[in-house]
């Protein structure tokens, strides 16, 4: 198992630019929670006067972060996979497992936004907030909503790809 | 079909999604889900997967990974690495075997900032290596040490696999972190020694470097300071209860980019790719703590796990002969699955025998930690020699992993040594406040 060899050095297309502007958008969000957390720890020791609620932002920030690298990262092929059996199940054998793991990912990821949206207009409409600073909890669901939203057209963008190139792409 | 049944089968369907390319957090995520519906149907299976993500997502303990990746990023592109290979080199570098023993302890000072062996291995390998060519070392023996030296990387913290452990056991992280500063610098000095009796044995492997004069050393110890001193602060910090490890790697990260800033070693303008490096790695690892934080509620509606302890309680092989029955499993496991997949597919089953057993649940976490290490260069799925091998294009793979076989043993004795001596790993956690 191993995470994929870096492609290539060949032109980036522009649904791989647009998430890697998203992705670094959460890099940058990632930046902001080093620098509360900094910024946390130097007020509670130098100023007596730690920042309350400093650890809803990072666990509601988290949840940008992820969401927003989660699209790229699966476009550029980095999440881990089993890569041992490749060469055993040959060229047709990788396009039908290709295949059948792209859609059963649409078809999971799809209930999976479906109920974060879900959740993410109940927290609206009723106001759910985190404790102390009262950070509206849909931003966390909406952010899984619509990142997950991104991994599954990825998904579909690939699935699509495969068609189009058929088995010249696992030769 | 009784829920056993389903288990097992959903084990099945878990090894068969892997088999078919499924990314490893997928895999989990879809067969935890699947197997959830069939138990407990389809709105208990939708609900708990919606809810296990918001979970993982905005958990505050797991919001350390990032920023210790982020921090090991940064003192990469800013040639830290080559600041802590440089002291150690100047120290033993002129002894036979030097340069091997000083990407050992190069290996092991980066493996403080950095929470991943490959990332370790690269960062150093791209050093050292050219450094032992130069020299005329074994190729053997040069990318072994780098591809094993590596491994430290995950052991000694931060460690992104003490992090995973901990929160799909809900132990301390700050513990953990601390429980593997000492076995880390067993590990290390094994590996020093077993440099030692190969270049003792064969000397032509491992020509003396050149001599340094005191001044040089100093010079290359006074380069180093500087990250020193920040691994002191951020992983003392949390030894000292300064620090949780979240805020410790937020510090460290800050410390590290301030200091690569300031001291000119790092433009500012590469940090759009360090940030995009690092959460990349980021969505990688949280897809795999969503899948697992899915799939383990699923084994747990199976019993399977309880079933299991049962089991091997009934075959009586004792604590310790289960103990190792399971390390055999595990090691096996290494040669072909990717360490921290196989931590996070395997510990929902693990953990509960290993507890119901009554091993320190601590001790065990650095235990399957330097089981993954060791996965980490075995063949014929050992990710650190594939890295060393993207270094060392030259050197055929065979020979790397002859290379690395001594030290693979070096990683067994340390495995037998915290087996007999659990205080090894023990003493320092218990002296924390």
Redesign the interface.
Known sequence: ???P?PQAAREETLPERIL?YA??G???A??G??????I??FFR?LLGQPILGS?EI???G??V??????P???M?G?????????RH?GAAG?FI??L??RV??IV?LA??IR??AD?ALDAHEYEDVTNMLEIPVWI??G??SIGMSFFVLVLALQLWLQFKRGMSGYE | MSETLIGVLGIAALFVALIIRMPVGMALLVVGFGGIWVIDGQRAAIATMSSETYSSVTAYGLSVIPLFVLMGNIAGAAGYSQCLYGAAHAWVGRLRGGLAASTITGCAAFAAVSGSSVATAVTIGKVALPEMKRYGYADGLATGAVAAGGTLGILIPPSTGFVLYAILTEESIGKLFIAGILPGLLLAGLFVLVVMAITAIRPEEGPAGPNTSMQEKLLATLHSLPLVGVILASIGGIYLGVFTPVEAAGVGATMVLVLAVVTGAMSVTRLPGILTETVTMTAMLYLIIIGAHIFGPFLALTHIPETLVLGLQELGLGPYGTLLLILLGYVILGMFFDGLAMLVVTLPVVFPIITGLGFDPIWFGVIAVIVIEMGLITPPVGINVFVVKGVARDVPMGTIFKGVLPFWFAMAACLGLLILFPEIALYLPAQMK
């Open positions: 198992m191993d995470a060899a890697r992705a670094l959460g890099g940058l990632l930046f929670i080093m620098a509360l957390v900094s946390s720890v020791y650890q990072v666990e509601q988290m949840a972060v992820v969401m927003l690298a989660m790229y990262t699966a550029t980095q999440h881990i996979r089993v890569d041992i059996f490749d199940l990788r497992c290709d059948v793991s059963i990912g999971v209930l999976l109920k974060a959740k966390a669901y952010a899984i």
